[in-house]
């Protein structure tokens, strides 16, 4: 009898402290009130859905747009690259994107990319081969940060893979400047720094890259209108393709390895049917 009612007790005592426990949080934020004002950079933050409609390679049967590829190498060409350098691709990559030996040697030719002059050793410049990496327009980092307000512009080539979800990621940077909301800023007393420009996108909403892109800045050869959003869409399409061109063909390689699995299951299924045929007991 004792032993029965210490077992209520003790259950009962177990149970109250679980429901003091799970109501601690919300008597704390009672007791001091709810969480602090955010920080004005986060206040204005506002998180990006990428393009509409998404790119043409989201999803398992998603496949490389290869003009919008085109495209975004002619903004990365004419745009970015005047910052950003892309030393994990070379010119002879661009094969991929439907360019033949011929085109990629001239193109790669229209590049300057840093060399030595093999009479003095002296370091020079010359045109690109398709060998050679996208180059960094700078010399060093030193004078990347000099040029930039402090910030080295990062190197693209892998960008869409060292930032969460970067296909989208780009795109919503290179469309989320515009000024922040005046009635937020006057309440919060918020400005942005000077060399600094607002983006609702970037993490801290004060990037030292200017607005690299404005309507009609790049002429596109297959007459697409070259819009902030176009342009955005397509150079983060480009940058995914530099980030993993095998994107694609990985994807259908694991729809491969999947039919071939159900396949040999099927093929184990029947083989055991067939071993153990004569070896079944008969039903009496
Ligand atoms: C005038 C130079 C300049 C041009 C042109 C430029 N950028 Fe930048 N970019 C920068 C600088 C500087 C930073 C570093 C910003 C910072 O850390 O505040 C940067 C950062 C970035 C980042 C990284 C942001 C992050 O999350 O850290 C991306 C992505 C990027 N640029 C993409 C582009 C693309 C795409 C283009 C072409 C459409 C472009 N940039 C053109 C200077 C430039």
Redesign the pocket.
């Known amino acids: 009898m004792t032993i029965r009612l210490g077992g209520i007790i003790a259950g009962l005592a177990i149970t109250l402290v679980l429901v003091l426990w799970s109501l601690l949080p919300g008597a704390y934020n009672y007791a001091f009130g709810p969480a602090p004002e955010k920080q004005p950079s986060s206040y204005f933050y506002e998180h990006g859905e990428g393009p509409a409609g998404g790119f043409a390679f989201d999803g398992a049967f998603g496949k490389w747009d290869v003009a919008q590829l085109q495209r975004g190498y002619q903004?990365?060409k004419e745009?970015?690259s005047?910052?950003?350098s892309m030393k994990f691709v070379a010119f002879r990559n661009l094969k991929q994107l439907g360019y033949t030996d011929a085109e990629v040697d001239a193109e790669a030719a229209t590049w300057t990319v840093p060399g030595i002059d093999p009479a003095t050793g002296e370091t020079t410049t010359r045109p690109g081969e398709p060998t050679d990496a996208f180059p960094s327009p700078y010399p060093n980092a030193i004078a990347?940060a000099a040029?930039?307000?402090n910030?080295?512009?990062?190197d693209?080539s892998l960008?869409t893979k060292a930032?969460h979800d970067g296909s989208n990621?780009?795109y919503d940077?290179?469309t989320g400047y515009g000024e922040p909301d005046p009635a937020k800023a006057a309440k919060v007393g918020f400005e942005t720094p000077d060399g600094?420009y607002f983006n609702k996108h970037?993490?801290n909403v004060?990037?030292?890259?200017?607005p690299?892109?404005s309507d009609g800045q790049v002429t596109f050869a297959d007459g697409t209108e070259s819009t902030v959003p176009q342009?955005?869409k397509d150079?983060?399409a480009f940058?995914t393709w530099t980030a993993e061109p095998s994107l694609v063909e990985r994807r259908q390689t694991g729809w491969f390895v999947l039919g071939f699995l159900l396949f040999a299951t099927a093929l184990a299924f029947l083989s055991y049917k067939q071993i153990w045929a004569g070896l079944k007991p008969k039903k009496s």
Request: contains cysteine.
């Open positions: 903004v990365y745009v970015c005047a910052c950003h990347a040029a930039n307000n910030a080295i512009p990062p693209l960008m930032r990621y780009v940077l290179l600094l970037f993490h004060n990037i030292a890259m200017p690299p892109l342009m955005s150079v983060a940058l």
